[in-house]
Structure formats: structure tokens, C-alpha cells
């Protein structure tokens, strides 16, 4: 069993792989312009930009840094938006980069390495990857490596990065299983902050890493799920150090509702553009409404799943949660893709119908998108013109 999953990351890392330079390709083309005739397969538009989610469990809260691998290395660094997600612009400079996330204070979290501009996050297995690598490098914190490192090193790190993941995500199988993240790449997949995948894991459980060992531990009781010396992770996977009989129970949500609206974009993207942020809300006819979490107190927020990213936007990030005014039921929300997604069926809303007979009554005309902002990048500065958010389809939950 221990060799299919294996295999099954294996076959995940050679997709992941393709998609990562398609993506990687749409996702900075928008930084050239989008003029009518576009880039040519000869002259291909070349990635400008590191962008990703810098969060664990939770979206960190602070500064994004970057340090790339010239001889005097350049930095630069950018605020980690509200929904964990960052973007920097890496135009002249030399890959491949190391980054580190800071909290509010300005104090080191998390690390995480990109070879190549594109799709990189930061979360608590980027740092250990990259600890791991730094340490089969040069026996390197991921601190040093980020402070005095050369350019040798970054390219030894580089070379190290992939092979590092791959053996800590082999050596967490059976608990990544559990979160149905036994075959993500920390690295460079869309990791929405939704409490589920490897998002889930990150809620349940906390990483300590020192200069040669790891040790994972349960949040709710503090015992120790797994422990291996960084040495140890550099050269094979180490499945012994995981104790599959203390593996935590992974939260589980409902799905919310009886019904789902359909969402749509329609209009024309410059080309090469794609939708990287949203922010619209949506008036629900009398006598529709969505299941509130009331844990705050105010019981405006929607419980998790009512708002699900569909299509190209899938794993997009819906944070924080939409909320539903209570005095005219208009539900606002925000959502975010590094990725980025083109027009058409793009999010569901799952509703509450409070009586059978209304059911059959509504069509999405019944409901009225009442404003919509889009933007080109996930930072909100680059609005798009000439687009609409339009409700699609209103089905019934099977």
C-alpha cells in the first residue's frame, strides 16, 4: 500500500508539473500587456512574478520576503493580503529565490523555495522541505540560507527541494490520507484556506522544526504524531518515525442547504488575462437564506461550504467567510486565484429554500448580483472592465 501511494504522488508531482508551467504561463502573461495578438508559441511570454498562499491553517498575517540568487542578492517583499495569499514581482531577478514569511511583528515563520517563478506557497511543509534541503545542502538552517547563502547553494537547494518534499509527503501517508492530501505538493497546488486537504491538516496538527529534527504533534492533546531527524528525511522517506496509532479524527462539515445557485462570468478577457479576484454581492429572494455560524456571536457569517468555487476556479480561496446582511438578505463574498480562472459557471452558493413550493417557484432570475468588482491580480489593484456576475443555474442538493 505504502508503494501505491508513492506511486499515485509520483504520477500527482508529473501532472502537477505540466499544469504548474501552463498556469504559470497564464498567470504572468497578464503581466505583458494582453494586447489583440497576444504572445506567439516562438516568442513565449516568460513568468514575472512568485505568487501563492502563506498561511497554516490559518492565513498568516504579515510580510511576504523574497532574496534571489545573484551574486549580490535582491530582495523584495510583499503584504500578505487577508486570505493568505501574496504575489511578487520578480522581474530582474535571478532565479532560483527563497522566501519567508514574518508575522505582524516582523519575526520569521515559515520558508518556502521557488526554482523558477510561478505558483509557490508557504506553509508549515514548504519550511520543512525546505529545512531539509538547506540542511543536505550545507547543513544550512533555512535561517542561514536565507541570510548568507550563495549561489551555489541556491542552486543545490534547488536541486534538493523536490526530492525533500517528496520523501516527507511518503513518510505522512497514512495521516495525509486521512485529510485526502495524500497526493497534494505543498509547494506549488492551490491550497485554499478551507479546512479541508492538506488546509485540514495544518488546523489539526503543528510542525517544530530545529537544525536537525522534526516533530509533528496533535493540537488537541499535544502528543507526538511523528518525529525524524532532518538528516534522516534528506536521504529516503522515514514512515517509522509516523505513529499510525495516534492519528487525529479530521473534522468533518455538512453540506449546507437544499439548493445551489450557479454563478457565471460573462464578457471578454483582454487576452492572456485572467480573473485573480472577485468581491460581488447577491440579493436572495424572500424566503431564501444560507445556514449562519453563530459561534461569534453576531450570526452573520456562513458556515463553511455555502460558497464553493467551481470549474477553472476550483481551489480558489473564499475568505472570509460571506456574509448575509440581516436586514435585506444581501450576501456578500470575496474570493481569491492565484491560479486565476476565465469566464463562465465559476461558484456555487448553497441556499436554504424554506418551503417546497418555493422551490419550483425560483430561477435564477430570482436572484439579483447587486455589485461586482474583478480584478487581474490577486492583490485587487488591476480591475477588470466590461465583465458581469450572472446567476447561471438554482438546482436542487441531490
Known sequence: MKNS???????????GAFSLLLLVHLLLSACGGGGSDGPSPQSPVQATAVAGIAAAGAPLAGKVHLCDSSFKS?????????????????????????????????????????????????????NL???????????????????GHTASDMDAVSDAVIGSSWNIMNSLQPLLALYRAETADPLSDCIPVNRQGLDGLFDDVSFSVSSDAVTITRKDNDSTLFSSSLSGLASAPDSAGLDTDNLPTPKSYPTPGNTELTLKVEGNLPQGTLIRKVIFTVQLPLGISVALDSSDGKGLNAVENTALPIGAAAGSNVYPAPTLSATNNILTVSMSSVAGFGAGDFIKIRCIVSYPSLMAATTPASFTVTSSSLHADINGNQKLKDLTIVPDKFTPLQ
Open 5 to 15: 501511494s508513492a506511486a499515485l504522488f509520483s504520477i500527482k508531482r508529473s501532472s
Open 74 to 126: 535582491y530582495s523584495s517583499n510583499s503584504a500578505i493580503n487577508l486570505d493568505g495569499s501574496f504575489s511578487i514581482d520578480t522581474t530582474g531577478m535571478k532565479a532560483p529565490f527563497i522566501l519567508r514569511a514574518d508575522d505582524k511583528d516582523g519575526n520569521p515563520i515559515y520558508y518556502s523555495f521557488a526554482r523558477t517563478p510561478g505558483i509557490i506557497n508557504i506553509n508549515p511543509l514548504t
Open 129 to 147: 522541505a525546505v529545512a531539509v534541503a538547506a540542511w543536505k545542502t550545507r547543513t544550512l538552517t533555512p535561517a542561514e540560507l536565507y541570510a
